[in-house]
């Protein structure tokens, strides 16, 4: 049982170039998370969504994009990379339910940009 | 504003002692608290959720405290180990259909 699988584990970009991180999940879940761990600043949620084809701004959403158009599949589009971008990403997903539901989460894409 | 407060950034202890991380939170009304744990290079894993009505959970040598008066989680580990350093997360939402919210963590380090 996969999990929460997210591609790719790392990548060196430059400023200005464009790029999709893939997040993957064989759980059934209806809900998908990415975030973005920086030192000192914790999980920020970025993006997410209810369901296939819906999604919702989070915390930190500037200068990304997402897409939902498979339910076991969220992808996070960086347009134009910044600097200030560079960041370990993670994905995570839940079932409905709310409160009570863990995240599972995938380990992560390293992404710096020069 | 909304916080999540971890009260500190690193924890030293030795080995055998109980760890005790804290938990604390402003302006929210959450039902539910949960306590993840991460190892460095890994995603967080879930360990523990907590209801409002309960005071208290254990799993194993994980216990876990809720009051929602003083609006304070607490999360031991007794008996530490080596194997228990990582950082450990508390999170809630403030209702069933909003995202997680995160506290920035505390680094467990538990010294042989």
């Known amino acids: 049982n996969a999990g929460v699988t997210q591609t790719p584990k790392f990548r060196v970009l430059k400023t200005g170039q464009s790029m999709t991180l893939l997040c993957a999940q064989d759980?059934?879940?209806?809900?998908m998370y990415w975030y973005r761990q920086d030192p000192g600043m914790g999980l920020r949620l970025i993006h997410y969504?209810?369901?296939?084809?819906?999604?919702a701004k989070g915390e930190v959403p500037d200068g990304y994009n997402v897409s939902r158009l498979k339910k076991q599949n969220f992808l996070l589009g960086l347009e134009s990379a910044a600097p200030s971008q560079t960041s370990v990403y993670f994905c995570?997903?839940?079932?409905?339910?709310?409160?009570?539901?863990?995240?599972?989460f995938g380990d992560g894409t390293r992404l710096s940009i020069l | 504003s909304q916080k999540i407060e971890q009260n500190s950034e690193a924890l030293n202890i030795q080995e055998g002692k109980t760890a005790t991380l804290t938990c604390n939170y402003t302006?929210?009304?959450?039902?539910?608290l949960q306590w993840y744990r991460q190892d460095p290079g890994r995603g967080p894993v879930f360990l523990l959720l907590?209801?409002?009505?309960?005071k208290e959970k254990r799993k194993e040598r994980l216990k876990v405290t809720f009051d929602t008066t003083l609006k304070q989680s607490l999360f031991h580990i007794t008996a530490s180990q080596p194997a228990d350093s990582a950082t450990y997360l508390c999170?809630?939402?403030?209702?069933?259909?909003?995202?997680?919210?995160f506290g920035k963590g505390t680094r467990l380090s538990v010294i042989a």
């Open positions: 302006n929210y009304s959450p039902a539910y």
């Open positions: 999170a809630l939402r403030n209702s069933g259909n909003t995202p997680l919210v």
């Open positions: 907590i209801r409002e009505n309960e």
């Open positions: 995570a997903s839940d079932r409905v339910g709310g409160y009570a539901q863990p995240q599972h």
């Open positions: 969504s209810v369901g296939e084809g819906t999604t």
């Open positions: 759980m059934n879940h209806e809900y």
